[in-house]
């Protein structure tokens, strides 16, 4: 079953490994060792479009602001040190 757990291993894997669209993900998990990372054997490309459609964007800001606090904490930030800046480098399909 894909847990959010499972899904957010998933997607992360994806970003490391610069995985380019649903298909070529859905293709990955025919590796062993990536099934057992996220404990699922198997997904079709729509069941990965529509758990991404549905997921709650809240989760993902949660889950940056607590990386950031993190970062923070590790490498003694002040701000009186340059600021973190983001850049989204999103692409959307026309």
């Known amino acids: ?4 757990e499972s899904f957010l ?4 894997f994806a970003q490391l490994e610069e995985i380019e669209s649903l298909h070529a993900l859905s293709d990955c998990l025919f ?3 990536l099934q057992k990372g996220i404990d699922l054997d198997s997904i079709s490309i729509s069941q990965l479009s ?3 459609n549905g997921m ?3 989760l993902f800001q949660v889950l940056f602001l607590d ?3 993190q970062i923070h ?3 003694h930030y002040t701000k009186l040190v340059m600021p973190l ?4 480098s999103s692409t959307l399909p026309l």
């Open 50 to 52: 529509r758990r991404l």
């Open 9 to 12: 291993k998933l997607l992360l």
């Open 56 to 58: 709650n964007p809240d």
């Open 73 to 75: 904490a590790k490498t």
């Open 85 to 88: 800046k983001i850049i989204d």
């Open 31 to 33: 590796d062993d060792q």
């Open 67 to 69: 990386l950031v606090s």
């Open 1 to 4: 079953k894909l847990t959010t």
